[in-house]
């Protein structure tokens, strides 16, 4: 059974940058594909980025491409979201999660989660 666990949230400016990391274990790392997603209060869980086996596959939410990087290291099994130039709206409970699906963007069809980690963005 794999497990995740999210670290790196935190309060920060708006402006600022934060970066999230995801540590897998009891399972085969290179073999999922991992994503990043967030929650805020009151609103749906939402897609944010994702990455294939090889990290050549790299896929993001409008609403963060070209601010939030996806990056992961199959070695250290980890999988990182670097995000920059944060912004208020950016303000949610943040979880990785992985899948056995390419290009999928749907919370269902990602099959283990982390317990997520708290970013918060101030004005």
């Known amino acids: 059974q794999v497990q995740l666990v999210e670290s790196g949230g935190g309060l920060v400016q708006a402006g600022g940058s934060l970066r999230l990391s995801c540590a897998a274990s009891?399972?085969?790392?290179?073999?999922?594909?991992m994503g990043w997603f967030r929650q805020a209060p009151g609103k749906d869980r939402e897609f944010v980025a994702a990455?294939?086996?090889?990290?050549?596959?790299?896929f993001y939410a409008d609403s963060v491409k070209d601010r939030f990087t996806i990056s992961r290291d199959n070695f250290k099994n980890t999988v990182y979201l670097q995000m920059n130039n944060l912004k208020p709206e950016d303000t949610a409970v943040y979880f990785c999660?992985?899948?056995?699906?390419?290009?999928?963007?749907?919370?269902?069809?990602?099959?283990?989660w982390g317990q997520g980690t708290q970013v918060t963005v101030s004005s």
């Open positions: 999660a992985k899948t056995d699906t390419y290009r999928s963007r749907s919370p269902g069809a990602f099959d283990a």
């Open positions: 009891g399972g085969t790392f290179n073999r999922y594909v």
């Open positions: 990455i294939s086996w090889t990290s050549v596959g790299l």
